[in-house]
């Protein structure tokens, strides 16, 4: 027998440690001094007043932003986060943005199709698969949304008020997604402007205060003693036997007799209802109570999912114990009242078992329990990808992103349009050469800026929460390097095969094929150094479109211009060249060239973490 191999080391547990953070070097502090453990497999729900940093605290969480004081460990690497406003301005349809957002979490092409299909049938929305997400309501680009972070089984799934818009059986879907996370060991992470949202799930509730200067509190929620007191819901023998409950009825006090009951209905109408419930007077029934009673919920009416047919959930307040007959129903306990799940056939005796306790309890909700969703079968399990294939289908996503756009269409007219001006049939060829890769520089800075502008914000925060903001960036820097290297090879090749092959003088003979080489060198100069004034002139490191706009076009004409920069040394040679008829390779002016641009789009990765990508 061999050795038995090591345990995996338990997940690590997420950690915030004094996180700060602000917007902008001298912007007011938002959160300060954040310090938070944990643990996997928990259910986080942050609170707080509007404004008061929440999303904030959930793209620090998510590692969209990197804190500006303190740091976040312990972040699992499957990570992934839904906005609260998903863009409908993603030229794609919903299908083909989730494979390409699977892909990009490193699901294989197939199982990322195939999950994309899964989910968009359990959101109900299959039908929709290939209409573009512009076309889509509000609600159903949030399912879109929600889709694409569940794709890939995310060990921290963020949630920020995600539920927003969703449909009725949508918000239950997802409701019973994060549950199945939880219980896979995953944290997931929620903002809800809703209370009752998932309020039976043990819970680390956080809540942030108004003021950075404020301390973030938090404690476990339903407080240890209303967490479950039971596993299973109680055998249905005790349910239907009204024997048990029948001493406990007070003289004189009439109990509604059972009846029949109408099937499960949206839980939010009778949630609403329950305030009003609760001011009613001790022992009094609620309007759901009385609907009950009035036999409007079925016993046994069929609930999808695996929730006992017709299971009623009742909450009620009172002082001393509870009476013994409801006790096996009790799945939460606490001084502030008591919350049992009871079998339809059973409610009306644990009703009187309530009322009918010396003193009697105050029955605050009576409604019936959320419809559980029947699941379709889970997708078959997939192994991830290597990350050189992450990174091919992110370069994928943003092609087709830039592609769908359009957007590429202004650089490549401008390109066209100049060339058309500078370049005509039979000129000296070195000279047309020389002139296209000057051309270039400009041309790949307005590329790379399409491309660094094209993923509006909340689609980019889904990037970057599955590649992080970094990567994020990269993926359209290098995109628009790329799409500007098609056009700087096709601008070449059509120089080459329209352009005399001689020297100024129109008689000494210029060899084609090594003009040529000389000419793509020179315009793989230019094209490093468009991609770095590209990087550096546009967000984030120059926020504000209009003002990125006027720098990319003085840089680019500085880099041009100024003497000893490696893109005049590299046209110069190919114009001076085409003096003399001699072929001049620029390979000195590449490394500088490459070196500037691998320094400016490292800066501009790390500063989309911190600043965003606007
Ligand atoms: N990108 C940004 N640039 C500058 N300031 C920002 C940015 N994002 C948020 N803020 C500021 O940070 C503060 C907290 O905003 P945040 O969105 O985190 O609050 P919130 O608690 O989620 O609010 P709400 O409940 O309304 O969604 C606000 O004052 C907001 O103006």
Not at 20 to 38: A, E, F, I, K, N
Not at 239 to 267: E, L, Q
Not at 272 to 296: C, E, F, I, K, L
Not at 395 to 400: E, S
Request: charged share 15%.
């Amino acid at each position: 027998m061999g050795p038995v191999p090591p345990p995996p080391p338990p997940p690590a547990c997420l950690r915030l440690d004094a996180v700060g953070r602000r917007y902008g070097l001298r912007g007011p502090w938002v959160l300060r001094s954040v310090t938070l453990d944990v643990p996997p497999g928990s259910l986080v729900r942050v609170e707080g007043a509007n404004g008061s940093g929440k999303s904030t605290l959930l793209r620090l969480i998510a590692g969209i932003d990197r804190p500006t004081a303190g740091r976040v460990t312990g972040r699992p690497a499957a990570t992934a986060y839904v906005p609260e406003r998903f863009p409908a301005a993603l030229p794609f349809p919903a299908l083909r943005y989730l494979t390409h957002l699977g892909a990009v979490r490193g699901l294989p092409a197939a199982a990322a199709r195939e999950r994309a299909g899964y989910w968009l049938d359990r959101f109900g929305i299959a039908g929709y698969a290939r209409t573009p997400l512009d076309e889509l309501s509000k609600g159903t680009c949030q399912k879109v949304a929600v889709a694409q972070a569940l794709l890939a089984d995310p060990q921290l799934l963020v949630l920020d008020e995600a539920w927003t818009g969703l449909d009725t059986a949508a918000r239950a879907t997802l409701d019973a997604a994060v549950r199945a996370r939880v219980a896979a060991g995953a944290t997931v992470v929620l903002v809800d402007h809703d209370p009752a949202r998932l309020a039976d799930e043990q819970a680390l509730t956080v809540t942030v205060p108004t003021t950075a200067e404020g301390v973030l509190t938090s404690r476990t929620t339903p407080t240890p003693a209303m967490v479950p007191t039971r596993p299973a819901p109680a055998p249905a023998h005790r349910a239907s036997d009204p024997a048990g409950a029948a001493p406990v009825v007070p003289p004189g006090r009439t109990v509604p007799a059972p009846v029949p009951a109408r099937a499960p209905a949206d839980p939010a109408p009778a949630r609403a209802a329950s305030p009003a419930a609760a001011a009613a007077p001790a022992g009094d029934v609620p309007p759901q109570a009385a609907d009950h009673a009035a036999g409007s919920v079925p016993p046994g009416a069929a609930a999808p999912g695996g929730v006992p047919p017709g299971e009623i959930l009742i909450e009620a307040t009172g002082a001393g114990e509870p009476p013994e007959a409801v006790r096996p129903y009790a799945v939460a306990s606490s001084a502030a009242g008591l919350r049992l799940h009871v079998p339809a056939a059973g409610s009306d005796a644990v009703l009187r078992a309530l009322l009918g306790a010396v003193p009697p309890w105050h029955v605050t909700a009576v409604r019936p329990r959320a419809p559980a969703v029947a699941a379709p079968p889970a997708p078959p399990p997939y192994t991830q990808v290597r990350t050189r294939r992450r990174a091919l289908a992110l370069l994928r996503y943003q092609a087709d992103l830039l592609a769908r756009s359009h957007r590429w269409l202004a650089p490549l007219l401008g390109y066209g349009a100049v060339m058309a001006v500078g370049v005509a049939t039979g000129q000296p060829l070195l000279g047309s050469l020389g002139y296209a890769a000057a051309l270039l520089l400009p041309v790949t800075a307005w590329m790379v800026r399409v491309c660094v502008g094209s993923e509006p914000a909340a689609a980019r925060a889904c990037t970057a929460s599955a590649v992080g903001p970094g990567r994020a960036q990269a993926g359209a820097l290098m995109t628009g390097l790329l799409a500007a290297a098609v056009l700087g090879a096709a601008g070449t090749a059509v120089v080459a095969a329209a352009s005399g092959a001689y020297a100024d003088d129109m008689s000494t003979a210029v060899p084609v094929g090594p003009a040529t080489l000389a000419g793509l060198l020179a315009a793989a100069v230019s094209l490093l150094l468009g991609t770095a004034v590209g990087a550096l002139t546009n967000p984030p490191l120059v926020p504000g479109r209009g003002w990125s706009l006027l720098v990319t076009a003085l840089g680019a004409g500085a880099v041009l211009l100024v003497s000893g920069s490696p893109a005049q040394a590299a046209v110069t040679g190919l114009v001076t060249g085409s003096r003399t008829g001699a072929v001049h390779y620029p390979l000195l002016p590449l490394g500088p060239a490459a070196l500037a641009a691998a320094a400016a789009c490292w800066l501009s990765c790390r500063a989309v973490a911190r600043l965003g990508p606007r």
